[in-house]
């Protein structure tokens, strides 16, 4: 059941301006790596423990076949299906129509309901026989994210770059003041 990323988010949850502020930093010299490096992979780290996605991306489930009831969606907050795809029982990609399943963005993780009197159609019995490509995350800007990953997210970048050797070992120490923060926004499985 890989769950594999599509469209990457337009922006990040916290910006070089934050990041500087936080760490009172007057030039520029951090800027490119915070950019590039450590502000996308300190949110990637936050999703990961989160086990949501932050900021609105385009995701998509692969699945060997249809389940007997819902197709859960390992993550919360879907936005919207872009498409759900399968393979007929001659292996022939086919849409599925709208018509016959909804999205129940309320539960988490998210998921996929059949609306009254549908069935999922029958599939090839090969693996990835469906495909189910969403739209995830709170929104798309960064005062869509909750301020506590925000917030975490600042104080981790802050200290990957008081120690950046943390970063490349992926040892950075404990920040148990901080690291509280994520707990409210947590999804017991991981994505």
């Known amino acids: 059941m890989p769950l594999i990323q599509i469209n990457a988010p337009g922006a990040e949850p916290v910006t070089v301006n934050d990041i500087k502020a936080a760490a009172r930093i007057d030039d520029a010299y951090f800027d490119a790596a915070l950019t ?3 502000i996308p992979a300190i949110r990637r780290m936050a999703e990961h423990r989160l086990g949501r996605r932050l900021i609105t991306q385009t995701v998509e489930l692969v699945l060997d076949g249809f389940p007997p009831e ?3 969606l390992r993550l919360p907050n879907a936005q919207a299906i872009v498409s759900l795809k399968y393979l007929d029982t001659s292996g022939v990609e086919q849409s599925l129509a709208g018509a016959v399943y909804q999205l129940d963005s309320d539960s988490q993780p998210s998921r996929v309901l059949l609306k009254a009197s549908q069935s999922w159609p029958a599939t090839q019995s090969v693996p990835n026989a469906v495909r189910i490509r969403y739209t995830v995350g709170y929104g798309p800007a960064a005062t869509d994210v909750p301020g506590g990953i925000r917030l975490w997210i600042t104080a981790h970048v802050v200290q990957a770059l008081d120690n950046p050797a943390g970063l490349n070992t992926g040892n950075l120490p404990s920040l148990p003041y901080v690291d509280r923060l994520l707990d ?8």
Do not use: R
Not at 184 to 191: G, R
């Open 184 to 191: 409210a926004e947590t999804i017991s499985q991981v994505a």
């Open 70 to 72: 819902h197709i859960d």
């Open 36 to 38: 590039a490096m450590l």
